[in-house]
């Protein structure tokens, strides 16, 4: 057995039985009767208790001083009202710490089922300012801004502003959307995200392409973003100009393009795929 089992069971267990053995040994052979020892006191002198164990003596005697200690309190606590006024002070105590508890449990259970449904906690939510620029109606702004706030509670529109005219492409008559983008950067403040919105055609740089016209632009990560309802359906452009400001939003957040097809992340590859988008999908998390 390891020195350390013996911790436990040495003194109600092997030393009990040790004496009484011995004990019943020696009387045995005073008398020659057997003997019922189960009442009788059995001395216990430390010094051979400890000689009997294999553990340091240090670590014995603490143990054993521990095991006398408890054994002497709950004796004087069976004889004692003392006992009744702590055990109902244990009582409450208890009680106390099970409504403790409780409470953190449904507040552990609050927080865990608010992360689940994707709820941004307040304080932590980034604020996107809608910035709209002159030519688009207010009317088509609240109703895109409307559908943002289900993704992101904190939405602010902001009074509407002139497209930037160092932005303006005049060989396309066309607004450069990586300048927009840098025009609104400018006045955003951290924990905030700017999204302007347009009528007009914007564009940007792709590949060997010097201006290609786009539905909108956003940096991974990024504090601003565009979108433009200049090549969409103009009989849903509501609707799809909200899908195109989500996406691009995303962008700023850091997600990358999804290859599924319902989702809001994925690319438009020079085509209009927003009315097959419906969701964000679950792999968004991944990217
Ligand atoms: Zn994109
Ligand atoms: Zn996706």
Known sequence: MKPEKWAGILLKETSVKYYREKQLAETDSGTGKKHCLKDKPISRPTSIIIAETEMPTELFLQKTVMFILQRTITEVLKSSKLQIKIMNSVNEILRFKIVLIYLLFIYVLSSCSEKKEGVINDEEAITILVQPFKDINSGDVAKVAKEIRKFYPKVKILEPVDLPTKSYYKPRNRYRADSIISFLSKNTRKSFVTIGLTTKDISATKGNIKDFGIMGLGFRPGTSCVA???????????????????????????????????????????????DEETDFCENVSKF
């Open 228 to 274: 433009s309802s200049f090549r969409l359906d103009k009989k849903k452009s509501n609707e799809q100009l909200f899908k195109v400001a989500i996406h691009e939003l995303g962008h700023t957040q850091g997600l990358k393009h999804c290859p599924e097809k319902k989702c809001f992340m994925r690319s438009a590859e020079g085509k209009n795929p927003t």
